[in-house]
């Protein structure tokens, strides 16, 4: 049984960095073909933020993050990372890691993705 589990959530101010954390178990991080990050804030739909291919060769950024967050990858701690720096109030969101084994999907498309944390908490004060 494929789990995902974030971790590194909490509230932080504006400007500040914080690393959130996916830990897999049941299947080897770098066998998924994406592994990425969504968040979602209440009464909106979940928006795509980060995604990583198998390979670890090709990173996909929503443009609202672009050149402050990293996604990266730990293959023998077998965990995905989300590295964000200068952080903004509007980063204020639920942060959940997903991984699919979906060939040629949409990396931005969160139906194509099959395996998904229960999410952390990110808090940006102004």
């Known amino acids: 049984q494929v789990q995902l589990v974030e971790s590194g959530g909490g509230l932080v101010q504006a400007g500040d960095s914080l690393r959130l954390s996916c830990t897999v178990s049941g299947r080897a991080v770098s066998s998924f073909i994406m592994a990425a990050w969504f968040r979602q804030t209440p009464g909106k739909e979940r928006e795509f933020v980060l995604a990583?291919?198998?390979?670890?060769?090709?990173?996909y950024y929503a443009s609202p993050v672009r050149g402050r967050f990293t996604i990266s990858r730990d293959n023998a701690k077998n965990t995905l990372y989300l590295e964000m720096n200068n952080l903004k109030p509007e980063d204020t969101a639920v942060y959940y890691c997903a991984a699919s084994v979906e060939l040629g999907l949409n990396a931005a498309d969160d139906k194509k993705y099959a395996y998904w944390g229960q999410g952390t908490q990110v808090t940006v004060s102004s």
């Open positions: 990583l291919t198998k390979t670890g060769g090709t990173t």
